[in-house]
């Protein structure tokens, strides 16, 4: 069954988000995955603010931590500090196995951290763990 699911991907990596939105399509999440390179364009989308002033909430974001302009971090603070974001959840996806940016993100109510396999198949997997509980177990809320 396909699910329909707005997802936000905010990576700066090519390769990673080449990974992450073929393992998606992979596990039949078809519509709905949007991109996002940048901390400060991210919140600009979610605030749809400037050219993102139709952009659609997402159901579910996957957020990297080592993001140019904004890092991962303060875009989590900024999203759980909005009464209109917060209950968004949000999927810290990130290469940072450090013990300060795990604390951080669960201190700023990140919903979970993952750390990025280096393996392509574990890598895969992942993400279809994540469809498996955030999209098929989970109810998320509709905006």
């Known amino acids: 069954m396909k699910q329909e699911v707005k997802i936000l991907l905010i990576?700066?990596?090519?390769?990673?988000?080449?990974?992450i939105t073929q393992a998606l399509k992979k596990a039949q999440i078809t519509n709905g995955i949007t991109v996002?390179?940048?901390?400060?364009?991210?919140l600009k989308y979610l605030r749809k603010e400037g050219e993102y002033m139709q952009a659609e909430t997402p159901d579910l974001i996957l957020l990297d931590i080592n993001l140019p302009k904004i890092d991962?971090?303060?875009?989590?603070?900024?999203?759980?500090?909005?009464?209109?974001l917060m209950v968004i959840p949000v999927v810290m996806l990130t290469t940072s196995e450090s013990e300060r940016d795990i604390i951080n993100s669960?201190?700023?109510?990140?919903?979970?951290?993952?750390?990025?396999?280096?393996?392509?198949?574990?890598?895969?997997?992942?993400?279809?763990?994540?469809?498996?509980?955030?999209?098929?177990?989970?109810?998320?809320?509709?905006?």
């Open 72 to 84: 991962g971090l303060e875009v989590l603070s900024e999203i759980k500090k909005d009464e209109h």
């Open 11 to 19: 990576e700066d990596s090519d390769g990673d988000i080449v990974l």
């Open 36 to 42: 996002i390179k940048d901390g400060d364009a991210a």
């Open 106 to 143: 669960y201190n700023n109510h990140a919903n979970c951290y993952i750390v990025k396999p280096v393996d392509f198949k574990k890598f895969i997997d992942v993400v279809q763990l994540i469809k498996e509980f955030w999209i098929t177990i989970v109810k998320l809320p509709r905006h």
